[in-house]
């Protein structure tokens, strides 16, 4: 079988299995209050690891003899057509949040929010800046100059992109309102750490709470929004009349994937025709 074309079915089928594999375990643990660190780990890890067995087969092709001496069985043949409807589905929904972040941003539909994936701004509605006294306003405006300074309006983005490509497996919308939840947790506590108080901030929520209830519902675009989800209102006005802040987490996700993807790699040049010998689905 033509080298490239091996390489790309079995990237796919595999792709798809490891996700779907990992990202069903993920649905089956019960719903709590996730860390924005965890939140985030139990949302990128199924696409992480579809990238891991991406690296051990571009590891792998980069050995291998052109014509390959493997054949794709018409199960894996299945599987990376599926992989592909999925992925062009996720594409498809990325762009179109694109899209909507640009119809988002026009003056009163939400009250207060970042839009910008590369040069993040905030837009404050005219509803907002005169209802919001001038310590609460300082405070959202806090909040809001967190999110630009991490750049989440992008990180929105790819976790929706992270969170298609699970689909259809059944949970994974609800780890990505978790994220989103823990993510503006986060952004809460570093307003506070800028010197505005938790109670100016509370106040803040609150009112663009009550200005966004007509906006449009639900998070789907890549914008980073005051309020997200309103049931979630109640965690994080306690959090904040409390001062309790979420427990630090170590950034140690980014630096696992690369040291990953380099073991990954260096199987697959290694020993990456005896490994896939012992998968279903590649046949010789």
Do not use: K
């Not at 080298?3 to 709590?32: D, H, N, Q, T």
């Not at 599987?79 to 003056?107: H, N, S």
């Not at 978790?178 to 506590?189: N, Q, V």
């Not at 630090?248 to 994937?257: A, D, H, N």
């Amino acid at each position: 079988m033509e080298r490239e074309a091996l390489f790309s079915i079995m990237a796919a089928g595999l792709f798809v299995v490891v996700v779907w594999s990992l990202a069903g375990g993920l649905a089956l643990g019960g719903r709590r209050e996730l860390s924005e660190p965890d939140a985030r780990h139990r949302l990128a890890a199924p696409v992480f690891a579809g990238l891991v067995v991406l690296a051990f087969l571009l590891g792998w092709v980069l050995c291998e003899p052109d014509p390959a001496d493997e054949f794709a069985s018409p199960v894996l043949i299945g599987l990376a057509v599926v992989a592909a409807g999925i992925a062009g589905r996720a594409l498809v929904r990325a762009g179109l949040a694109l899209v909507d972040a640009r119809a988002l941003e026009a003056p009163r539909t939400i009250p207060i929010a970042t839009f910008g994936l590369f040069a993040p701004r905030t837009h404050v509605s005219p509803e907002f800046r005169a209802q919001a006294r001038p310590e609460v306003l300082r405070a959202a405006l806090a909040h809001e100059a967190a999110h630009a300074r991490g750049r989440d309006p992008l990180r929105i983005w790819l976790a929706q992109l992270a969170t298609d490509l699970q689909w259809p497996i059944r949970g994974t919308q609800r780890r990505f309102a978790a994220w989103l939840t823990s993510l503006e947790i986060r952004r809460d506590h570093d307003a506070l750490a800028a010197g505005v108080r938790g109670t100016d901030l509370a106040e803040a929520i609150l009112l663009a709470a009550r200005l966004g209830a007509h906006a449009p519902a639900g998070p789907t675009a890549p914008v980073a929004r005051m309020v997200t989800h309103e049931r979630d209102l109640a965690l994080r006005v306690r959090r904040l009349y409390a001062d309790e802040a979420p427990a630090p987490g170590r950034r140690t996700l980014s630096v696992s994937l690369v040291l990953a993807l380099a073991v990954a790699l260096g199987l697959g040049l290694t020993c990456g025709e005896t490994i896939l010998n012992c998968v279903p689905g590649v046949w010789r």
